[in-house]
């Protein structure tokens, strides 16, 4: 107020920030990196699968008998939400588990730095740096890029408009047949059936 | 007929006038014996009146003399007369119905058969006018036989005296004589004349009879022509096949006149089907449309009078039109018949096998033959007609229950179709929806999609164990912290520390050795790999999330260590007994 802007211009400004923040395209731009970055750090995994359970491990959370399996999961599970968030197939769902995991990873990351354990976060290979709170604004900074894209996200989504396309198309062919069109003989079956 | 003669006037007379009397008498008996006997043999009454008036006028000297017999019923009769002059006499001729009339009507027709004579004389006929000339004696007879009357009127005397009463008798005696010779002549000619009447009756009966025989004849005829035409009737009657018909009409339309060859056609213009059937002559062949079309053009040429009207016929004859088209036949009686414009025909018929003509019957049976046998061909092709339209409905009504069953079943697919594509649609639409948005299902493909796909990756040589060797294998015996501790400080036992080298820096047991379980393969050769196999080794390290120690002294049996043994409680309890960590 100070500064002599009116309500219109804080409106207009407000405006300004808010399409710009729900921008699509920005979104888009934000599937696409998560997408990539989780297709990148599963090939390292899914390759060194022992050191990624190596890394499970190292955070002391999960019980020593899952820690296998949940190696296992969690690579592939990073590999096809990756891949379908780029591809923009079942994105919604893609992101929400891509969510999923970074918070999972951000929550042992915390429990992690709480106790001051020193160790590689396992993110993309077995030599990463220890884990900082760096690293954890990082994984916080995707959770917020995977619900810009859960909330905005509307382009390039390839079986939505497949499906979209469907429907459109079973109503553009589905039309009424007028009586006068349909041959006598067919209609004299109609009325045999009547 | 000498009554007349009164004998008791004799002795009163002179002699010679009795002479003369006597000889009067029998003068007139002799008049009247001759009288009776002339016109005894005389049958004709103008022949009897001829005689008659000779005689009597003869006998009594009378000039003038007029007969007539006369038929009172028809007012007919013939008149004769002597010394009368021919003009009076055709005069008499002209007027008997009014003789007739005036003489005989007025006196009605007592019954009997005997002639009544009457002789008037003198004044009482004056004034009949018969005739001109002047009559003195009027002789009336009736009652004679068929209704004939006689009359009979005769003039004065020569010497024109009167007559007497004597004369008077004789002259009725010779009235009824000639009465009685009349009715025997009128009977007699009637006899003759009934005689000559029935004799002409006979002759006209046995005319009548020889007619009779032969329209007897010509009856049984007829009846035999009828009774054949009935026959085939009821033969044709119950046919349907043409084929059969045209056989049989041959063989019952030539056998009652006795054919012996007979040729007939039948002719579909429309199908260009021809039918033909022959009887007695050989080498009968179907025959060629075109052949059957000029076989009708000639005939319906020749047909008179020429008619192409539904159900008619005609005779013809066409000598030679056969032969031209290979039949051996020179038809005696031929017909060309049309059926409808689509349907002609032609039958031709030979002479009779006797030789003779075909009579006017004959053909006229043959004719009513035709007209009931095209009848029974109408009907037949009729027949025929109804049966193909009958197999057409039959099967276009299977055509139409097969259609109607197909489009019930294509109307039952396309009803299905329909659903499906609803329920495609539907499903579409869901789908749409449901990309749009997260969801559990999603989550639990993924989830489970990584999980198949890992393990199956996993079955790969880099893979890991789904579960640590810490959980699969058997337990190794543990080691209390006292119990190592001593053996430690003994220096009989290796204390070493499996865990990873961050954790061993944070802390471990005094004299431990750090091995990370992930650099075994690396460091054991250096660091154990002299180690005598029968010296206890003491392996401690695990967190919630590995258990180090197990795995690691699973390794060490491997490579056959006799004595592993585990400290679960590790470092922890290791400081918490009191004991020194670094």
């Known amino acids: 107020m100070g500064n002599g802007r009116t309500p219109g211009e804080i409106m207009e400004s407000w405006n300004l920030v808010k399409n710009t923040f729900t921008n699509r395209y920005i979104a888009l731009a934000f599937r696409l990196f998560l997408g990539g970055v989780f297709i990148y750090a599963s090939i390292y995994k899914i390759a060194y699968i022992t050191e990624f359970a190596e890394s499970i491990a190292s955070y002391q959370i999960v019980p020593y008998w899952a820690v296998n399996i949940m190696a296992i999961i969690l690579a592939w599970m990073e590999l096809i939400c990756g891949l379908l968030l780029v591809a923009g197939i079942r994105s919604k769902s893609a992101v929400v588990m891509i969510a999923f995991m970074l918070a999972l990873f951000t929550a042992a990351m915390s429990i992690s730095l709480i106790r001051g354990i020193s160790m590689g976060c396992g993110c993309f290979s077995g030599t990463d740096a220890p884990i900082t709170w760096k690293t954890l604004v990082r994984n916080i900074a995707w959770l917020a890029m995977a619900a810009h894209v859960y909330y905005f996200d509307s382009l390039f989504h390839p079986e939505k408009n497949i499906f979209t396309s469907i429907s459109a198309m079973s109503h553009a062919t589905h039309h009424h047949v007028p009586e006068a069109d349909i041959p006598p003989p067919m209609r004299q079956v109609e009325d045999i059936k009547k | 007929?000498?009554?007349?003669?009164?004998?008791?006037?004799?002795?009163?007379?002179?002699?010679?006038?009795?002479?003369?009397?006597?000889?009067?008498?029998?003068?007139?008996?002799?008049?009247?014996?001759?009288?009776?006997?002339?016109?005894?043999?005389?049958?004709?009454?103008?022949?009897?009146?001829?005689?008659?008036?000779?005689?009597?006028?003869?006998?009594?000297?009378?000039?003038?003399?007029?007969?007539?017999?006369?038929?009172?019923?028809?007012?007919?009769?013939?008149?004769?007369g002597r010394g009368i002059p021919d003009p009076a006499l055709n005069e008499i001729s002209n007027n008997i119905p009014e003789i007739s009339k005036k003489y005989f009507s007025e006196r009605g027709k007592p019954l009997g058969t005997t002639p009544r004579v009457k002789v008037i004389t003198g004044d009482a006929i004056t004034g009949q006018g018969l005739c001109s000339a002047h009559m003195q004696v009027l002789i009336l007879s009736d009652l004679l036989p068929g209704g004939f009357s006689c009359l009979l009127a005769l003039g004065e005397r020569i010497t024109g005296e009167p007559l007497s009463e004597q004369d008077n008798s004789v002259l009725l005696n010779l009235a009824n004589i000639l009465a009685n010779s009349l009715s025997h002549a009128i009977s007699l000619m009637n006899i003759q004349q009934m005689n000559a009447d029935l004799l002409k009756k006979n002759a006209e009966l046995e005319a009548t009879i020889e007619d009779f025989g032969q329209t007897r004849q010509n009856l049984e005829k007829r009846y035999f022509h009828i009774e054949s035409l009935m026959d085939l009737n009821a033969e044709l009657r119950s046919l349907i096949d043409e084929d059969e018909l045209l056989r049989l009409f041959l063989l019952a339309s030539m056998g009652p006149i006795g054919i012996e060859k007979g040729f007939i056609l039948v002719y579909d213009r429309e199908d260009r089907v021809a039918k033909s059937a022959y009887r007695g002559i050989e080498n009968g062949k179907a025959l060629h449309p075109q052949v059957c079309e000029m076989l009708l053009y000639s005939a319906f040429d020749k047909t008179e009078p020429k008619s192409l009207t539904n159900m008619s016929f005609g005779r013809f004859d066409a000598p030679g039109i056969f032969k031209e088209a290979g039949i051996d036949i020179e038809p005696e009686c031929a017909f060309f018949f049309v059926i409808d414009l689509s349907c002609m025909g032609i039958a031709a018929f030979g002479p009779p096998v006797s030789g003779n003509s075909l009579s006017s019957n004959e053909r006229s049976l043959m004719a009513g033959q035709m007209a009931g046998f095209m009848a029974y061909l109408e009907k037949a092709r009729a027949f025929s007609m109804i049966k193909k339209l009958n197999e057409d409905l039959t099967s276009r009504n299977e055509q139409l229950t097969q259609t109607v069953q197909d489009l019930t079943r294509a109307m039952n697919r396309i009803t299905a179709l329909e659903k499906s594509r609803t329920h495609l649609k539907m499903v579409v639409q869901k789908e749409a929806e449901r990309v749009s948005r997260a969801s559990w299902l999603d989550c639990a493909l993924i989830f489970f999609f990584a999980l198949g796909l890992g393990l199956l990756f996993n079955l790969a040589p880099q893979g890991i164990s789904f579960l640590p060797e810490s959980v699969t294998k058997s337990a190794f015996p543990s080691a209390s912290v006292v119990e190592a501790r001593k053996l430690v400080e003994e220096g009989a036992a290796v204390l070493v520390d499996a865990r990873p080298k961050e954790l061993y820096d944070r802390s471990h047991i005094k004299g431990a050795i750090n091995i990370p379980l992930s650099l075994f393969d690396t460091m054991y050769p250096v660091t154990l790999g002299e180690l005598d196999l029968k010296r206890p080794v003491i392996v401690y390290g695990r967190t919630v999330s590995r258990l180090y120690d197990v795995e690691f002294a699973n390794r060490l049996k491997k490579r056959a260590h006799e004595d592993v043994r585990v400290l679960p409680g590790g470092v922890r309890e290791w400081e918490t007994e009191g004991h020194q960590v670094k």
């Open chain 2, 1 to 80: 007929m000498v009554d007349g003669v009164d004998k008791t006037d004799l002795p009163l007379l002179e002699p010679r006038k009795s002479l003369e009397n006597l000889e009067k008498k029998a003068f007139y008996l002799q008049t009247l014996l001759d009288t009776s006997r002339e016109l005894a043999d005389l049958v004709q009454p103008r022949q009897i009146l001829d005689r008659f008036l000779l005689m009597v006028m003869g006998a009594l000297g009378i000039v003038q003399g007029i007969g007539a017999v006369i038929n009172t019923d028809t007012g007919q009769g013939l008149v004769a």
